[in-house]
């Protein structure tokens, strides 16, 4: 069965370019346009692994990943951040809250398909 | 990349680029500069990663260094001033130029004078720069580390492989990385999925230790780290097989730091020094507790006030200053307690935002109809059972709008109203109460049409003379839905008789105002919070009731028989006739009269009426608990409440009280 993948960005063209990559891959995807609407998404549906990115209007990455981590269903399911911010501080910020993973933007397919395959193996 | 993804991308790089130019106005025009400004930087923020990913390079750049200006602007370290304006203004036009045109063109005319303008005006403020700030600086020269790394036991399991560790550590330099056993245990006892493995890695690098040490970032608490620079140059290169500190020992023990740094030269050694390992420092001044927790305080916190209202009727009793000092104390104390742990369980409106703004959006391509989506005061915070139970009312109510309200943009150009309907949602604290008003610039709603069709459903009599508001009111009434023609959005399911009991189930009011031709607004008044009530201890006869201190204007004495011998129920009051309702025969309570009976001012639809009690005991902080489903008709009640000698109060809801109360007579004026 394809793994199943939400992709969290407020950018449409990246949210379309992620899921095409991660489709064209065999991967199921769904999307969310914040943090929030992440939520809402995962009040009824479970996922492999969650792709967000940091810095969204309404609810950010990092807002969503400490809410996830405390959602009983979802709190093991890894989580990469897909950001232009390629800062310590943030990736800090973000493994406090529960990170697994980081990717920058702008980034080739291959290395993020590399990556979510070390998260999901 | 295919075109279809291109194309979305140029179409949302417009849309972000006319998102910037709107907030940039609306700041000129000095609206909510805070809101915009972050509007502004995140739109650059997304543009700036998207462009990247698109090969759109020159775009990229241009807005990252646009983007920095921002970012100290939203960090309050520069003012967005005219210069700057005009700058981004000017920036936004090269940008549409290079959008127009095909990704990885060379530089066009006038690209280069721009990106270095725009980098010097943010670079004039570098040193203020958050980039900068977080930047620690590398060391130009290559510094020799010690790294040893002894994962848990479990770590593959946790999903992390300790050799992509050890990669990532030698893709950072030059580097040689040798395994060591972690406790291993013996056969049988061994476990596949466990990780027995250690490694120690000498790395050379010109990488600061930070970055050393971010990549052990995901593997925190699931492995030991131990980071120590042992030279400030590259020691690799010198190493022989003499010198290798790996080379002497081949027994899978761990080497350890003092090792490596004794097997190595001496001359060698002189220049080693020792760092000690800084710990990962832990950012962010914020913990998370589980909602339950908090529950759980909440509910302590209302206990306590319970036996603290207990204990100051004891002290009051027992006529000992000592102890009513120390009560005192204490329900002073308790009393910031609690509204400590009230503001715990506060969330903004902001969490809930999305979903109207979705609803807006959906419903308005659905119908067709050009609606804007304002917001306002989404920071205000109200208790987190409230928000939950408030998200239906309010989208109903936004469906009803865009549905009902709006016209289509051709009705609307004709009446003379911009082509694009409004709709807003507004919250504010309003003493201890929480208001949301949603109001549309739509066509309003016809009041003819509603007294023909609450006629027709016999909700009123054909010469019932109605006031607007009370015309307006009628909406809730369960059976009278204006909708001739359902649609597939609104006139189907709950009506608008659900959202007001929805609302009243948390103790909030739901009005309406209209104005035909001019739009509609609904006005949603709410407590702040569910459990506690600052609340009037009052008498009558033996049987005590509260009333919530928000609700109280002013209180006044008279004599008891000047309310029994009133044949309207109006008293004079500050020179003002109040109409009173006089609670003692409502409630047919039939013990001794006292001589005097107070009388308390409570506000009624924009006027003041007044409610008769025995005596007046003081202010209470009353703990709400719900009343039993036996109760469910008695709305005028909103619950009871322990009193501190055990008895039970009920707490009045003199707002629906009255309602209930004047309703029972307009009814009967109507149907007589």
Redesign the interface.
Known sequence: MAKKILVVDDSESIRMLVSTILENAGFEVERAVDGSDALHVLDSNSFHLIITDLNMPIMDGISLIEKVRVTPHHNRVPIIMLTTESHTFFKDHARTAGATGWVVKPFVADKLLAVINKVLR | ??DK?TD??L???NELIIDIERCLLEVGRGSDDRENIS?IF?AM??L???S???GYELV?RLTHNLENIYQDIRDGNRFLDSVISELTFKTLDQLRLLLGGPSNTSEPAGYHELLEIVKSVSGDQSALSV?HH??SPSPAEQCTYYIQLTPHLNIIRN?T?PL?LVDDLLALGSGIARPFFNELPELHQLDAENCYIGFEVILATDKAE??I??VF??A?GNCEVHIARIANENLIKEFTNETNPFITAETGKVIGFESVRKSMDKKLASRVTETANKA?????GNI?V?SEQLDELMNLVSELVTTQARLSLFANISESNELSGISENIEKITRRLRDNAFTMSLVPF??????FQ?LVGELSKELNKSVEFATEGMETKIDKSIVEKLIDPILHILRNCIDHGIETSEVRTKNGKSSQGKVSLKAFYSGSNVVIEISDDGAGIDLERIRDKAISRGLISKDAQLTDLELTDLIFLAGLSTADNITDVSGRGVGMDVVRRNIADIRGEVEVATIEGQGTRFIIKLPLTLSILDGLLVKIGATEFILPLSAVVKCYEVETTQLEETFNHWITLDGQRTPFFYLRKIFSITQAKPLYSQLINVPYNGSLVALAVDQIVGEYQAVLKPLGNLYLEQDEFSGATILGDGTVALVLDPTRMIKNLSASETTNQIHN
């Open positions: 990349m295919s993804l979305t991308f179409a949302e790089a509007a995140r923020h997304t700036k990663g998207a990247g990913m698109f990229q980039d977080y930047n999903g492989n992509y930070d970055e040490q971010a970032l995901f925190e990962l420092k832990a950012k962010g998370r589980g902001d969490s809930i935002k999305v979903r979705r």
